[in-house]
């Protein structure tokens, strides 16, 4: 999976435009780099022109990854049962794909 397939998986499969209501669960894109970080922010105007909706997901500098505890991982597929038909998975969704597309190695908590 490429950056870019994981920026167009993130605006397909996400609300990027729903407000969180604390910043631990807040929406974020990370880039891992400049070219990251130039294609995230286009790819947040593309959407917004195409929806008209305006995105309330942060995008910021990668500074330090953490990989959540194991309860934490696919939160949402695990719990919200209109996903598990609506969105086949087809790709590798997990937090080590997500973590190669952006060239880092995510730290586990206390390492």
């Known amino acids: 999976m490429s950056y ?13 435009t729903r407000p969180s209501h604390s910043t631990q669960y807040a929406s974020v894109i990370l880039a ?3 070219t990251q970080l130039r294609a995230a922010l286009e ?5 917004e022109a195409r929806t008209g909706r305006q995105v309330s997901t942060r995008i910021e500098p990668l500074r330090r990854f ?13 719990h919200d049962p209109r996903l598990s038909g ?3 998975r087809t790709k590798d ?4 794909a997500v973590a190669t597309a952006m060239g880092v190695e995510p730290s586990r908590p206390g390492r």
């Open 32 to 34: 891992n780099d400049e």
């Open 93 to 96: 969704y997990s937090l080590w």
């Open 66 to 78: 953490w990989l959540a505890e194991e309860y934490h991982q696919q939160y949402e597929w695990r």
């Open 43 to 47: 790819s947040r105007d593309r959407f």
């Open 4 to 16: 870019h397939d994981l920026l167009e998986e993130f605006w397909l499969s996400h609300d990027a």
């Open 86 to 88: 609506e969105f086949p």
